[in-house]
């Protein structure tokens, strides 16, 4: 393995990571001495300057000729410039002191890097926050969302192709047919847009400024932090609450279509959608889950609207992954838990933000069940699957099960560990899967309501590392394991 490319990227991961917490102290300090600037500052002054030491010091030299940047080295520089971004972005947290427990500070910035939107912190401890590091929260989930690798692609000449691929599988077809930086640059300016209409829609529809902000990147990124300590449940109505919906759902939207629609018109993206077997079984899930939820529990609400708002937009926030909570669900109907935990599995679109196993994959998944059945019928019968019109490679079908495979034996192994930290089964299953899907609250004592404060320090670590398998899908971080990856 060629070293020096990977450090250099790394370095250059951990520098965007220091020159994000130099821009929120700027911010910060303009709101005063209590708003945490110092804090900020220091910390994105040690990550530059680490950062900057390991990019400078391993970038070739102008006569040097330019090094091998292959399929191993991308995932070596994506797997550790991950776990090193969570770690300096942790340190606003600690010297501040807001948290200053070492795996809660690691807690939360894998939680806001991975946009999965779990914390450590009670809704006590989010409200007395102070607006810088609410700032911070927010910005690691943008910064997550869009993915710090494809921000880097679009601006570095080394490894394009090769990092696009590690950091977003659901952008594959996209990277064989066009040039990865090209790609690249589209996802951060469709990025960019949604960011920008959500920041303007969210003020219009009631939220004050800065919340207009916040909550734009962290519903756009799918991920669910909010500077409430009831989250949304703090805007208990249908503008602001209605508003976040339609996000999300463009959020979990494919923004293969949104390029799309910039290069051919909104005729070809409707058009494009409709066509989409995933983006149809997307709307589908929404609607026929939020039905449900809103039949089973009209009971709880004083009148049908609200029983459809509140369904409504918990089913959204957990089918996209976001995890923004309108209400305590933890007192629904068993089978509401039993179908939003279902939520927690699935995810949204492939190549959205939004985390999961990805309805893509499920759709391929449930039409390889049923050729396998017909196969067992007729043994002789040639069974092929169809998504949207063409013939599944039968290597792609080959890899969604592996995937497959691969999650729920994580869900399984992790459940295992956090029930030997003192979760019960049913919070550990729901934990488990909450982090690898980087969806955010769990159930029962890890609800909405809740936090996971009172975790072990062990549970804690374990649900980074579970946050962090789920965000990279797995190979980036688990093919350090194998000692012949390391080999020259």
């Not at 821009?23 to 945490?36: F, I, L, M, T, Y």
């Not at 290597?395 to 592996?402: K, L, Q, R, Y």
């Not at 980087?438 to 975790?455: C, K, Q, T, V, W």
């Amino acid at each position: 393995m060629n070293r020096r490319p990977v450090t250099t990227f790394v370095g250059a991961m951990i520098s965007i990571t220091g020159i994000a917490q130099l821009a929120a102290a700027a911010v910060a300090s303009g709101w005063g001495p209590e708003a945490g600037a110092r804090s900020l500052s220091i910390g994105g002054a040690v990550s530059l300057l680490f950062g900057g030491l390991l990019w400078l010091g391993n970038r070739r030299k102008k006569d040097e000729r330019p090094a091998d940047f292959h399929r191993r080295e991308a995932l070596a520089a994506v797997g550790i410039g991950w776990a090193a971004t969570v770690i300096f972005g942790a340190l606003p947290y600690l010297l501040d002191g807001a948290i200053p427990d070492l795996a809660d500070a690691i807690f939360e910035s894998a939680s806001g890097f991975t946009t999965t939107g779990a914390s450590i912190l009670s809704g006590e401890r989010i409200d007395g926050l102070n607006d810088g590091l609410s700032l911070w929260r927010a910005l690691t989930q943008w910064l997550g969302g869009a993915g710090i690798v494809v921000l880097l692609v679009s601006i570095l000449p080394m490894g394009g192709r090769n990092f696009f691929q590690s950091e977003v599988a659901g952008f594959d077809s996209d990277v064989r047919t066009t040039l990865a930086r090209e790609s690249a640059r589209e996802t951060i300016w469709v990025y960019l847009g949604l960011t920008l209409v959500g920041v303007g829609c969210l003020w219009l529809a009631g939220m004050t400024p800065m919340d207009a902000v916040l909550h734009a990147f962290t519903t756009v990124a799918t991920g669910g932090f909010s500077n409430h300590g009831d989250s949304l449940g703090h805007y208990d109505n249908w503008a602001v609450q209605g508003t976040v919906i339609a996000l999300m759902v463009l959020a979990g939207t494919a923004f293969s279509f949104y390029t799309l629609c910039l290069k051919r018109g909104p005729k070809s993206m409707v058009a494009a959608m409709w066509k989409s077997t995933e983006w149809r079984l997307y709307i589908g899930v929404l609607l026929l889950f939020s039905a449900a939820v809103a039949w089973l529990g009209r009971a709880d609400h004083p009148d049908l609207s609200t029983a459809l708002r509140h369904s409504l937009f918990q089913v959204t926030s957990l089918g996209t992954s976001t995890g923004f909570a309108s209400t305590d669900w933890n007192g629904w109907h068993e089978l509401s838990r039993a179908l939003l935990l279902m939520l927690i599995m699935t995810g949204a679109c492939v190549g959205s933000t939004s985390g999961g196993i990805k309805l893509a994959r499920i759709a391929i998944l449930a039409k390889a069940t049923a050729s396998a059945v017909r196969r067992a019928a007729s043994p002789r019968r040639v069974t092929l699957v169809h998504m949207d019109g063409e013939t599944v490679p039968e290597s792609i079908v080959a890899s969604v099960i592996d995937f497959a495979l691969l999650w729920t034996a994580t869900l399984i192994l992790g459940s295992l560990a956090l029930t030997a930290c003192g979760m019960t089964m049913l919070e550990a299953v729901a934990a488990a899967g909450t982090c690898l899907g980087n969806i955010g609250p769990g159930i029962d004592r890890f609800g909405p309501a809740g936090s996971f404060e009172e975790l072990h320090a062990a549970g804690k670590v374990c649900m980074s590392l579970l946050m962090l398998l789920g965000r990279l899908e797995f190979y980036a971080l688990l093919v350090a394991l194998i000692p012949r990856f390391w080999k020259d």
